[in-house]
């Protein structure tokens, strides 16, 4: 069973009252389902970011040799991150480090403008 199925599943917690018809069954699946999906897509377009630059992501527990980090880790090394205003003159994105600046990078532009202002 892949991470994210495990995690999601380990995760999401319903009562069984809820759970008394098929409708009720039916609507958690229809959220959780697009998310798996999107979280399953963001984790492979990680991992062959990462094959194709050669590079590795530290894991969970901090060791630098991640070849397949899952996208849960990367959310949780990403926290910490922060975003000052500056008035209404500036957004300036602190915590940034080179593991973060390296995973956008190698994510796309895109990525990298979201965190353009780094200090």
Do not use: W
Not at 44 to 70: M, N, S, V
Not at 87 to 97: H, W, Y
């Amino acid at each position: 069973m892949s991470g994210s199925c495990r995690s999601a599943r380990s995760g999401f917690v319903t009562s069984t009252l809820f759970l008394e018809s098929p409708t009720r069954i039916m609507a958690p699946m229809a959220v959780m389902t697009p998310c798996l999906m999107v979280y399953a897509a963001l984790e492979h377009r990680i991992r062959q970011g990462l094959a194709e630059h050669r590079q590795t992501f530290p894991d969970q527990k901090g060791h630098p040799a991640a070849e397949c980090p899952t996208a849960r880790g990367v959310f949780q090394f990403f926290t910490g991150i922060h975003v000052l205003l500056v008035g209404q003159i500036a957004e300036v994105v602190l915590n940034l480090n080179t593991h973060h600046q390296t995973l956008l990078a190698i994510l796309g532009v895109h990525y990298v403008d979201l965190y353009a202002n780094s200090g």
